[in-house]
């Protein structure tokens, strides 16, 4: 994300960002609200006017580009196009565009967006902050495979964006003669192969993972490094050192979020955010199933927890709870951010499109893991609205 120019303070402000890749724009998703203002450029149905000022009856209506102010009444971001869509009324009254009319915009990548808040925050400094620092963006590459179909994936700290998906028939083996199936098979590795490196920015990427039942990572590896080294790229045969292969139930992505959690692929990303989350998960439940009173969820345990200056040790949220169209209760779950971050405590915030992300929506969207034993916070949780307590 590019910075053009950011005038803001508490009381609200505006921001002029350029995004330029999909991270970008679920950057953008996350930090536009309802009843924002947005500027950009975007296309509009338009119908041709004559002599006398009003729209031509009958006359097809042509694309045109126009740069509207959008009062933001909804706003869908589509990973799997790496689509940003707001949908507005129109504030700016143009000769094509009357004023109060409605419009979904498509942000387009490379062009510049203005955001105008009422209310401006230290989440939404921490958005724009970290979207514009380019070593904030680790990602890592990935290939689930099974036998005829493939995924080829970019996993960021933010979402899993599928780049392309490879579907092709393998006939069964016949006895005394596999050679139909192998000749298709190694198609369909080769077509792997080529998608991946087509597809992957494999300079710039931290790790590879390829990943499938049983031999199959294995034998694409080979055919991708034989495909490498037909380049003659001296740059691009050094990449071969990123890719790894590990071992998932499934083809398909969501054979993903258990290849995380293998001990090879945790050894090899250690440094990136996505890993740190899923090392995250991973921990919170190991604390509930000990029921060490060191790992609590649900906003009241939280909240308790935090009022403990220095008890918490890391604390797990979701972005999708900083969308919260009620102002004051954005407010409260970052003065819980702000809180926590003074206390010397980790703040990790889980994408709701990572199935981490996911999986502590249903925990509430919020979650602690303690630096030591509290067993008194859910102490409260038997009495009854008057403060009595209620027996077994």
């Not at 071992?247 to 990303?269: A, H, N, R, Y």
């Not at 703040?347 to 999986?359: A, I, Y």
Request: hydrophobic fraction near 40%; aromatic fraction near 4%; proline fraction near 3%.
């Amino acid at each position: 994300m590019k910075l053009v120019s950011k005038m803001t303070n508490k009381q609200g402000g505006s921001v002029v960002l350029v995004p330029e890749d999909a991270d970008d724009l679920w950057t953008l998703y996350n930090l536009i609200s309802k009843h924002d203002e947005v500027s950009l450029k975007t296309q509009r149905n338009v119908r041709p006017i004559g002599s006398s000022g009003v729209p031509i009856p009958g006359a097809p209506a042509q694309k045109k580009i126009v740069k509207l102010t959008l009062d933001v009444l909804d706003i869908d971001f589509v990973a799997s196009e790496r689509e940003l869509r707001i949908k507005g009324r129109t504030l700016n009254a143009l000769a094509d565009v009357p004023l109060g009319s409605h419009h979904t915009a498509t942000v387009m990548l490379k062009v510049s967006v203005k955001v105008h808040k009422d209310h401006w925050d230290q989440h939404y400094d921490d958005l724009v902050e970290a979207a514009c620092s380019l070593g904030s963006k680790a990602e890592v590459g990935a290939i689930v495979l099974e036998e005829g179909v493939s995924h080829v994936c970019l996993i960021t700290d933010s979402m899993t964006i599928l780049r392309n998906k490879i579907e092709k028939s393998i006939p069964k083996k016949r006895r005394g003669d596999s050679s139909a199936h192998d000749k298709a098979l190694d198609k369909f590795l080769t077509n792997t192969a080529l998608s991946a490196i087509r597809n992957l920015d494999l300079l710039n990427l931290k790790a590879i993972i390829i990943a499938s039942p049983g031999t199959l990572a294995a034998q694409l590896m080979k055919i991708i490094y034989q495909e490498i080294d037909k380049t003659g790229d001296k740059e691009l045969i050094r990449c071969k050192s990123k890719f790894l292969t590990a071992s998932s139930s499934t083809g398909f992505l969501q054979g993903l979020e258990e290849v995380m959690k293998d001990p090879t692929i945790k050894k090899q990303l250690a440094d990136t955010k996505v890993q740190r989350n899923v090392a995250l998960f991973d921990e919170f439940p190991r604390h509930l199933n000990n029921d060490d009173s060191k790992a609590f969820y649900g906003e009241r345990e939280v909240e308790k927890a935090v009022e403990i200056g220095g008890a918490v040790k890391v604390l797990l949220i979701t972005d999708s709870l900083f969308k919260n169209d009620d102002v004051q209760k954005r407010k409260h779950y970052i003065d819980l951010v702000e809180k926590v971050k003074h206390d010397a405590g980790e703040v990790s915030v889980f994408s709701s499109l990572h199935d981490s992300g996911k999986q502590l929506d249903q925990l509430t969207g919020i979650a602690v893991i303690l630096n030591y034993p509290v067993p008194d916070i859910e102490d409260d949780d038997d009495e009854d609205d008057d403060g009595v307590y209620v027996s077994d």
